[in-house]
């Protein structure tokens, strides 16, 4: 197997530690993802979804177990190293936006390429260009404060976008939109996968989740089931917004 | 990431925090204020008294009559030109002062009654017209030579010498003007006017008494001998150690450049310390405030920001704060100094007390601000993020 993977973990365990109580997130679990995969991962609150998620997305180090992102294993870099990959291979979504609210949506956009050191008039450029493809255009010089959490969310993305990444991995990106925005989310996923992205989600939606084309349900830290999703359930994002009253291209808030 | 970056992300983290950044410059802006105020007190205190001294001319020696049956008759001063070892002039000097007046324009102006000797004893020159000559100082001859400051005061752009002028009511010709030699003194030397001490006397009747000489010796080190030998002579004439007071200038320039390094030392320690605790309030303020920031920093290593980036972000604020605080309280230092000059006692900015006190609240700044980003910086993002 090994190089076939964009992401592949193998055993991994997580381990928190509250004072002397161990509470194991993850106990042993090995999944490959192919480069241009669309994953969903699925399963109750606390399964572990987002401590896996974090662990493929390098914000944080497994207990056990091997990982290795693009044939690399990620146990072995250093932090530094570890900082690059975050900046350049991977785009990651949060649950909660995550936007610095001091500066512009504009600005939050830019920072990954800040980091990369990206010169200025093309850091600005792509980040216009992130924030106009997910229909932001009139909010560019508006703080997150200003923005609605669908709003807020979708700069997030467009943070995730700008950076160019081979991954994109997202914690419940669409928890936070109303169905309309959704699905434009879900367009874009299904847009940059078919451009070669790899994108893994997390998601309660089992409607999101049949936009990818495998879904890996997590119960209790563990692996309980890896399905495809056969071709003709799989949903077209851009189909059902054509469907959907009142399509207008890049839709603002309404 | 280039400086101009990390200055623009500092810049907006000082932005979004005003209060905080505020309240970190104001321990700051008091600490670097109060010692330079503080210290520039010392400072100018130690130059006037050291300009004063210096006044006076180099090698000179100042006896004072401490008591009433103390007199210094010219009979002693001539026996003092013989009897003391390595001495130039021995002048008698009478202090007195008075109302000058010329024309409808009028002074009060500290005098005194020397000799011609004063000229080379006090080390001044001559602007214009002459010296006190021997005549003068035999015959009781009412003419003065006048401070430059005098000259200019009264005399309005009209060349005083050859003027006539009343001191206390009495006639006097105006012989020689003096140049200025310390011209940014108000009160200094440059506002007094130099009579024959004889004239002094008759024009103070019974009171017009000797009490004090200047000597003026070859150089340093016969000067503080001749001190030394004075101290004997009047021990010996009087029996009691206080009946003359016998001061040289350069022993005593020393003693108060001694006096005075301790006491700008002591202002210097206790500005210090405010300064100290300036910088604790910064410390602890750039504390909370990465605390606060833990999420922040969490989103900037989310999206790929290296530690080194990070810590150059808060250092650079840290930096800002304290150096904008710092420049802050050097005005503001430099601000009070001139206020103090103003109403109080003079004061004299020292470049070093200036340079001390800002580079060490931008240690301090600095160091408060990096050390706790550094610990943040150092977390994982998912436990920076929670
Ligand atoms: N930092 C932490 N310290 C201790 N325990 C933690 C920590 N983070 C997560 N856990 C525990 O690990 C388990 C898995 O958490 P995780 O956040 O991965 O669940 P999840 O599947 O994302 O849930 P949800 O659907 O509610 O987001 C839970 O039991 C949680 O309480
Ligand atoms: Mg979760």
Redesign the pocket.
């Known amino acids: 197997m090994s190089a076939a993977f964009m992401l592949e973990v193998e055993e991994v365990t997580k381990i928190?530690r509250?004072g002397r109580i161990k509470?194991p997130?993850l106990r042993g679990v090995t999944l490959g993802i192919r480069p241009g995969e669309m994953v969903a991962v699925m399963?109750p609150?606390?399964?572990?979804?987002?401590?896996l998620m974090n662990i493929l997305g390098c914000l944080d180090r497994p207990s056990g177990g091997v990982y290795r992102l693009d044939g690399e294993e990620v146990g072995k870099k250093s932090d530094r190293e570890l900082a690059s990959i975050r900046n350049r291979k991977i785009g990651f979504i949060f649950?909660n936006f995550n936007l610095l609210p001091q500066l512009t949506a504009l600005e939050n956009v830019e920072l990954p390429l800040i980091y990369r050191g990206v010169p200025a008039r093309e850091r600005r450029r792509r980040a216009e260009e992130a924030l106009v493809r997910l229909g932001l255009k009139e909010r560019l010089r508006h703080s997150p404060r200003e923005l609605s959490g669908g709003q807020q969310q979708r700069v997030a993305i467009a943070r995730a976008l700008a950076a160019q990444p081979e991954v994109i991995l997202a914690d419940e990106p669409t928890g936070n939109l109303d169905s309309r925005a959704g699905e434009e989310i879900l367009a874009v996923f299904q847009e940059l996968n078919a451009e070669g992205i790899t994108v893994v989600m997390?998601t309660?939606d089992p409607n999101v989740a049949r936009h990818s084309e495998r879904i890996v349900r997590?119960a209790d830290g563990r692996i309980v089931s890896d399905e495809r999703v056969l071709p003709e359930e799989r949903l077209s994002a851009q189909e059902l917004l054509a469907k959907l009253p009142g399509a207008e291209e890049g839709g603002e808030e309404k | 990431m280039t400086f101009l970056l990390s200055l623009k992300l500092a810049w907006r983290g000082i932005l979004a925090n005003k209060l905080r950044s505020f309240l970190a410059m104001l321990g700051v802006i008091i600490g670097v204020a109060s010692v330079i105020a503080l210290v520039s007190v010392g400072q100018g205190a130690r130059l006037s008294i050291q300009r004063h001294l210096e006044s006076l001319g180099s090698n000179v020696i100042e006896v004072h009559s401490q008591g009433w049956d103390v007199r210094f008759t010219p009979e002693l001063i001539e026996d003092l030109k013989t009897r003391v070892a390595g001495v130039k002039y021995v002048m008698p000097v009478i202090g007195l002062g008075g109302n000058l007046k010329w024309r409808n324009n009028f002074i009060d102006t500290p005098a005194q009654g020397v000799t011609q000797d004063f000229l080379e004893i006090r080390e001044f020159k001559l602007a214009g017209g002459r010296n006190l000559s021997e005549v003068d100082v035999r015959e009781r001859r009412r003419v003065l030579v006048i401070g430059a400051a005098v000259a200019e005061q009264l005399f309005r752009g009209v060349n005083p010498v050859g003027e006539e002028v009343y001191f206390n009511n009495q006639r006097f010709t105006v012989v020689g003007v003096l140049a200025a030699k310390m011209p940014d003194q108000e009160y200094g030397i440059d506002r007094t006017i130099y009579l024959p001490y004889t004239t002094a006397q008759r024009l103070m009747g019974g009171a017009g008494r000797i009490d004090t000489i200047n000597i003026k010796a070859a150089g340093a080190k016969e000067a503080s001998q001749a001190a030394l030998q004075l101290r004997r002579i009047f021990f010996k004439m009087y029996r009691r150690p206080d009946a003359a007071y016998v001061m040289s200038r350069d022993d005593m320039l020393k003693q108060v450049a001694e006096m005075n390094r301790t006491m700008t030392l002591m202002l210097a320690a206790i500005a210090g310390i405010s300064l100290l605790v300036g910088g604790i309030g910064i410390m602890n303020i750039m504390l909370v405030s990465v605390t606060e920031r833990t999420r922040e920093i969490g989103i900037r290593k989310a999206v790929g920001a290296q530690n080194i980036q990070i810590l150059s972000q808060f250092l650079i604020e840290a930096a800002i704060i304290s150096g904008a605080g710092g420049i802050i309280g050097i005005l503001v230092g430099s601000g009070a100094s001139l206020l103090i000059r103003r109403f109080g006692p003079p004061t004299a900015l020292s470049l070093f007390s200036i340079l001390v006190a800002f580079g060490f609240a931008l240690l301090v700044g600095a160091a408060s601000g990096v050390w706790p980003a550094a610990k943040a910086a150092a977390l994982e993002p998912t436990d920076a993020l929670?």
């Open positions: 928190y509250l509470v997130a399963g609150s606390g399964s572990g979804k987002s401590t649950q997390v309660h997590l | 929670r």
